[in-house]
């Protein structure tokens, strides 16, 4: 499917609204890859969108849900949000990446200056996942190396002189895998506002993972694309061998029966279905505007649509074979009588608290903790330095924010910077820290996003100009189906989600887990409490920086126009007509200066 080298012709007359002679021979490749760099191939490209989506999610949360959810049931709201959600977001943000040839920030803005505001929000999403999903790479590095020892430090609890009830704590409650998470590698304090204790291991992880990040995406698509090689594919190497190992273990069977055991009845609740719609879009990593760095860089003349269903499906098959690795293990914990398979919880303490814990009883334990943690360190990275280019990829080549700074510079730089605001997040208090960033970070800026994606696409820029431009890419019309999801459906229910979540946010107080130490006369050392007021202030700050942007470029791109009125009617006419458009106006050829668009309705004259 590349075109590497080749003369591309588009048909400027393909269209009977686009008016032209002649054909125009545009040499796609090797200009633009002198200016802003390319994928070596399509296979790079796909690795890195497949990467780039399938994470440590994919491993932690979803079989969760899976279980959570009625088991095999779950799978039918699922599939349905994968269907009428997940590929046609897909489709779109790859769509626009590669027809607009720009990160997140020129394409939008060049859809209306007034949309700006979208690509500046995915660029500060993507810059606050960065700063902490780094973190949990780095505790990944941190059971990496403690699994070179012949006896998993996690497997008993630490010796003690005399009598220490901190110690003792971990003795009476006989969960050395959990005492081992929150008291060696947390060092976690006693709650949000308490930032005493540090660990310097793990700030030491912090480091190398930045640094194989930087090395990973320094050279931008053209260096990432050969670390994916590695980076996407080991992965399955190492999920197969555990499948293999796991469905061999003693009580596999029971552990892979209530991961799949259908309950048809927990479908008549919404929250099933609200837990499937937001796993499908955060496991895709929609929203965020990686997907429409990633598509700027590929050949203009290529299968788009096919390039979105493969992704989410194999993204979304990876969730479903990890559930089989996942319980069976917990299946085989279970047999042993350390934990029940149907207590577990979702997240880190499934994987370095549960799966540690029936890790640690296998034969040559050391191997398998090894495997593992290095599935997960490889998952995270490609997460990490996918989400990295689309944030600065808008920064150096959209804003152009530093035109005389080569961009390994940039990128050296703000991953420098990521480590330093990242080092809180090594104290006692970076776990509670990490909990505010990812419910309050993540969730509802990234759904006003991809909300502002979808009223963009299906009626600013028109689903007819969205298929006109999609047909010249790659020979074909988008199906019906996907121009209606973009216009309607898809918003619907992002919004729908939207309101759920907020409405939950504000009638509940949250809650987060605490390190509370030991009593004497307790085994627990870990409490729910309420959440403090500052955690939650910074958390709708966090929410506020993050969308804050869309509201603002709407309100200066009305402020500088001279005549209000009109600038509403324009507004209206974007939204309530499908315009006729230029395509050789619209898309920008490498080499040439940008052209805002050429829609052909008048008041792009004045813009």
Known sequence: MSNQGQEVYVNKSASPDIAAPN????DVKPKEKDERGAWGNKVEYLLA?????????NVWRFPYLCHKHGGG????????CLVFEGIPLMYLEMAVGQFFRSGSVNCWSKIHPMLRGIGVGCVCVSMLLCLYYVIIIARCFLYFFNSFTASLPFTVCPEVDGIDLADTCCMRSNDSANYYY??????????????????WELLGCLALAWVICYICVFKGVESSGKAVYFTATFPYVCLVILFFRG????????????????????????????????????????????????????????????????VSLVNCGTSVFAGFVIYSILGYRQHLGIGDVKNVSSGSGL??????????????????????????????????????????????????????????IVLGVFSAILFLLGIGFCSGGGEYMIMVFDTYGMNIPILILAFSECIAVGWVFGTENMSKAIEDMQGSRPNAFFTICWKYISPFLLIVIFFVTFIQNMMKSPTYGVFSGCTEDSAE???????????????????ICAVIPIPIFIFLNGKT??????????????????????MESLYQRPGEPVIHNGFDNGYNDRL
């Open 351 to 408: 994987a370095f608290v549960a799966i540690s814990e029936a890790v640690s009883a296998m034969n040559v334990p050391y191997i398998w903790s090894i495997l593992f943690f290095t599935m997960l360190i490889l998952l995270g990275l490609d997460s990490e330095f996918g989400t990295l280019e689309g944030a600065v990829t808008p920064l150096v080549v959209d804003m152009n924010l530093f035109p005389k700074v080569r961009k390994e």
């Open 561 to 582: 126009e001279p005549n209000k009125m009109e600038f509403l009617k324009s507004i209206a006419c974007s939204i309530w007509e499908d315009r006729k458009y230029d």
């Open 247 to 310: 469905v061999t273990l003693p009580g596999a069977g029971d552990g892979i029966l209530v991961y799949i055991k259908p309950d048809f009845s927990k479908l008549l609740t919404g929250q099933v279905w609200l837990d499937a719609a937001t796993q499908i879009f955060f496991s895709l990593s929609l929203g965020f505007g990686a997907l429409v760095a990633f598509a700027s860089y590929v050949p203009y003349k290529n299968n788009v649509g096919r390039d979105a269903m493969i």
């Open 23 to 26: 054909d125009v021979k545009i």
């Open 182 to 199: 929150w008291n060696n590698v947390l060092k976690a304090s006693s709650g949000f506002e308490d930032v005493a204790n540090f660990n």
């Open 73 to 80: 049931a779950f799978l039918v709201p699922y599939f349905i």
């Open 525 to 543: 050392f870990v409490t729910g409490a309420d959440l403090p007021v500052s955690a939650q202030v910074i958390g709708w700050c966090i929410v």
């Open 49 to 57: 969108c497949i990467g780039l989506a399938v994470g440590l999610g």
